[in-house]
């Protein structure tokens, strides 16, 4: 992503300036000893809870805070790439299915499956006759075109943009391209070899591309692939007005309070096989009380949390009620929790003193804030068992008895790096939610050793793209480890790693690759990972990445997430996108 949060993977985070107070919610619990009909619990991971042909009614949401970005070519947070699904659409998209199911593109705007030619590097697609926007204008090839150009501009930040960069255009050997975008380049577009790489004939696009990209059908189901509207463009600010080509379209917009969503009377079911929306309005409220937020879907007053659940006391407590635990769910996720430990910040820029920190956080502790087993199993390595070629069990730095910490072995790094009583070294984290407890864990199992931690607090809508997402602040701050999370763009080593340790990912803002990242070894394996259609080839690659990746010991994961989701009864067609992070696919929901 020249921009990359890979499926950023995002991780949901929390924001200091919520404004809807905890007692709006109320703190009523349902107390019904009632099994809902339709319902048991983790019913909706493999399956569809409560299947309604019903619409119509309103679907009642609670998010943390505000995405990233609703422009579909920013967006990064996992749970904002499932909600675009409400207003977007992309010319392929993963399909309408709980499960392995639904980890598999399939034609949306497109009339079917590309074509692809010349050895790989020709991919044909034709787009659908006759869909609209919300504005009621038709969309076209060239609207696609325009936005993945978009995308080449530097204030098209923070999304999976990369992948297509370099594929697209002629870049230099760190990753940046001649074409500027068309803000700057009106004129101008993506070119290889001084001839376009993006074709526009009518309803058909041809992708001419640097090499095979055997994910390419992936990357074409990413929003970033959605069509915008020249004239409606506005740049960085696109995110406050966008145009909708899927089912739904923005009624209003604050980032401080939510978002409604309304049908968009041009949108067709006939024309969209890909999703089934049944609500008529979807109704988004942010709360950074989690408390609050989980005792109102308890009390039926919100249907449920788009970005996952937080394991609060309240929420853990309910679940000794049967009816409570029917409508709730705990799947197993893509993301990895980890620690980015910043090589470029001394003393860190010695590998010891990063293996040092790698030795003496207890995982455990950390497991514990997160939910203990209902948060997800420990992590000995970055690449999250759900990518292939991937092997949870790898742990090249052993956790200690109980996974509590090996300090015999930290301080043995401590003396190796030349400071034998430790060092001080500052934490960045979001102080919402789990924030601080996570931090004072981390501050207490480092003390152990020595190591003393000083707190550099960021605010969750500036956390990734300029916090910790900029080298330079990183450096100015010196900000020496961050908590931070991480899942596959799509489901392949490349998807997982390209965006975070790929020299050629380091951008100066709404970078990904926050620890800098730049080990030609990885480099090679990445860049020559997508010219293999072996599956076989591309496991051995994927584990000889993963493993540079623990060598380099810049990457301290803790936990391979999973999420608690509690939602109410009332619900209809639940059932949870595994191939987008195992969120609730919203635009399918209904309400009876």
């Given at each position: 992503?020249?921009?990359?949060?890979?499926?950023?993977?995002l991780?949901?985070?929390?924001?200091?300036?919520?404004?809807i107070?905890?007692?709006?919610?109320g703190?009523?619990?349902?107390?019904?000893?009632?099994?809902?009909?339709?319902?048991?619990?983790?019913?909706?991971?493999?399956?569809?809870?409560?299947?309604?042909?019903?619409?119509?009614?309103?679907?009642?949401?609670?998010?943390?805070?505000?995405?990233?970005?609703?422009?579909?070519?920013?967006?990064?947070?996992?749970?904002?790439?499932?909600?675009?699904?409400i207003?977007?659409?992309?010319?392929?998209?993963?399909?309408?299915?709980?499960?392995?199911?639904?980890?598999?593109?399939?034609?949306?705007?497109?009339?079917?499956?590309?074509?692809?030619?010349?050895?790989?590097?020709?991919?044909?697609?034709?787009?659908?006759?006759?869909?609209?926007?919300?504005?009621?204008?038709?969309i076209?090839?060239?609207d696609?075109?325009?936005?993945?150009?978009?995308?080449?501009?530097?204030?098209?930040?923070?999304?999976?943009?990369?992948?297509?960069?370099?594929?697209?255009?002629?870049?230099?050997k760190?990753?940046?391209?001649?074409?500027?975008?068309?803000?700057?380049?009106?004129?101008?577009q993506?070119?290889?070899g001084?001839?376009?790489?993006?074709?526009?004939?009518?309803?058909?696009?041809?992708f001419?591309?640097?090499?095979?990209?055997?994910?390419?059908?992936?990357?074409?189901?990413?929003?970033?692939?959605?069509?915008?509207?020249?004239?409606?463009?506005?740049?960085?600010?696109?995110?406050?007005?966008?145009?909708?080509?899927?089912?739904?379209?923005?009624?209003?917009?604050?980032?401080?309070?939510?978002?409604?969503?309304v049908?968009?009377?041009?949108?067709?079911?006939?024309?969209?096989?890909?999703?089934?929306?049944?609500?008529?309005?979807?109704?988004?409220?942010?709360?950074?009380?989690?408390?609050?937020?989980?005792n109102?879907?308890?009390?039926?007053?919100?249907?449920?949390?788009?970005?996952?659940?937080?394991?609060?006391?309240?929420?853990?407590?309910?679940?000794?009620?049967?009816?409570?635990?029917?409508?709730?769910?705990?799947?197993?996720?893509?993301?990895?929790?980890?620690?980015?430990?910043m090589?470029?910040?001394?003393?860190?820029?010695?590998?010891?003193?990063?293996?040092?920190?790698?030795?003496?956080?207890?995982?455990?502790?950390?497991?514990?804030?997160?939910?203990?087993?209902?948060?997800?199993?420990?992590?000995?390595?970055?690449?999250?068992?759900?990518?292939?070629?991937?092997?949870?069990?790898?742990?090249?730095?052993?956790?200690?008895?109980?996974?509590?910490?090996?300090?015999?072995?930290?301080?043995?790094?401590?003396?190796?790096?030349?400071?034998?009583?430790?060092?001080?070294?500052?934490?960045?984290?979001?102080?919402t939610g789990?924030?601080?407890?996570?931090?004072?864990?981390?501050?207490?199992?480092?003390?152990?050793?020595?190591?003393?931690?000083?707190?550099?607090?960021?605010?969750a809508?500036?956390?990734?793209?300029?916090?910790?997402?900029?080298?330079?602040?990183?450096?100015?701050?010196?900000?020496?480890?961050?908590?931070?999370?991480?899942?596959?763009?799509?489901?392949?080593?490349?998807?997982?790693?390209?965006?975070?340790?790929?020299?050629?990912?380091?951008?100066?803002?709404?970078?990904?690759?926050?620890?800098?990242?730049?080990?030609?070894?990885?480099?090679?394996?990445?860049?020559?990972?997508?010219?293999?259609?072996?599956?076989?080839?591309?496991?051995?690659?994927?584990?000889?990445?993963?493993?540079?990746?623990m060598?380099?010991?810049?990457?301290?994961?803790?936990?391979?997430?999973?999420?608690?989701?509690?939602?109410?009864?009332?619900?209809?067609?639940?059932?949870?996108?595994?191939?987008?992070?195992?969120?609730?696919?919203?635009?399918?929901?209904?309400?009876?």
């Amino acid at each position: 992503m020249t921009k990359t949060r890979g499926l950023r993977a995002l991780v949901s985070v929390g924001v200091a300036t919520g404004v809807i107070a905890a007692g709006l919610f109320g703190a009523g619990v349902a107390t019904a000893s009632t099994r809902p009909a339709g319902m048991t619990f983790n019913g909706a991971v493999t399956g569809v809870e409560n299947p309604s042909a019903k619409t119509g009614g309103t679907l009642k949401l609670a998010a943390i805070g505000d995405c990233d970005s609703w422009d579909p070519a920013r967006t990064y947070y996992g749970y904002c790439w499932v909600l675009q699904r409400i207003f977007t659409r992309s010319l392929l998209a993963y399909p309408s299915k709980p499960g392995v199911a639904g980890a598999v593109p399939v034609p949306d705007l497109a009339t079917g499956l590309p074509k692809y030619t010349n050895g790989g590097k020709t991919v044909t697609i034709t787009l659908k006759k006759g869909q609209k926007y919300s504005t009621g204008a038709v969309i076209t090839a060239g609207d696609i075109k325009y936005a993945i150009e978009r995308t080449y501009s530097d204030q098209i930040t923070g999304g999976p943009v990369s992948y297509l960069t370099c594929l697209l255009d002629t870049c230099d050997k760190n990753g940046l391209a001649q074409y500027q975008g068309p803000y700057k380049q009106p004129s101008n577009q993506p070119k290889l070899g001084g001839k376009p790489s993006i074709v526009v004939s009518g309803n058909t696009l041809t992708f001419h591309l640097a090499s095979p990209f055997s994910d390419f059908n992936n990357l074409l189901a990413m929003s970033v692939t959605a069509p915008v509207p020249a004239k409606n463009d506005t740049g960085a600010t696109y995110t406050n007005h966008v145009v909708s080509s899927g089912p739904f379209e923005f009624k209003s917009y604050n980032a401080t309070t939510g978002v409604v969503w309304v049908r968009n009377p041009f949108w067709s079911q006939a024309g969209d096989p890909v999703v089934h929306p049944h609500a008529t309005e979807i109704d988004l409220n942010y709360n950074s009380d989690a408390t609050a937020t989980d005792n109102a879907i308890l009390s039926s007053q919100v249907d449920y949390s788009v970005d996952g659940g937080q394991q609060t006391p309240a929420l853990l407590t309910a679940l000794g009620n049967p009816s409570i635990k029917a409508r709730s769910d705990n799947p197993v996720t893509i993301f990895t929790r980890y620690v980015a430990v910043m090589q470029k910040v001394a003393p860190l820029n010695n590998i010891h003193c990063r293996k040092a920190i790698f030795y003496a956080i207890n995982k455990y502790a950390l497991r514990v804030i997160r939910g203990g087993s209902y948060g997800g199993q420990l992590a000995g390595t970055m690449m999250n068992p759900s990518v292939p070629g991937s092997n949870a069990n790898y742990n090249p730095y052993p956790d200690g008895a109980g996974s509590q910490g090996n300090l015999v072995a930290a301080k043995a790094e401590l003396a190796a790096c030349g400071q034998p009583n430790g060092f001080y070294v500052n934490v960045a984290y979001v102080p919402t939610g789990r924030g601080l407890k996570i931090y004072e864990a981390l501050q207490s199992a480092l003390a152990r050793v020595g190591i003393h931690t000083g707190s550099k607090q960021g605010v969750a809508a500036t956390f990734y793209s300029t916090f910790i997402g900029s080298p330079a602040n990183i450096l100015k701050q010196k900000l020496g480890l961050a908590v931070v999370g991480w899942g596959a763009d799509f489901p392949s080593a490349y998807g997982f790693y390209q965006s975070i340790a790929n020299g050629n990912a380091i951008l100066p803002a709404g970078n990904s690759n926050y620890v800098s990242l730049n080990d030609p070894k990885i480099n090679k394996l990445l860049d020559s990972f997508e010219a293999t259609s072996s599956a076989s080839t591309q496991a051995k690659m994927a584990s000889q990445i993963d493993h540079q990746v623990m060598a380099d010991a810049v990457y301290l994961p803790f936990q391979f997430d999973k999420t608690f989701y509690i939602h109410t009864s009332r619900l209809t067609n639940l059932y949870l996108q595994a191939a987008l992070g195992s969120y609730y696919d919203t635009v399918n929901a209904g309400v009876q």
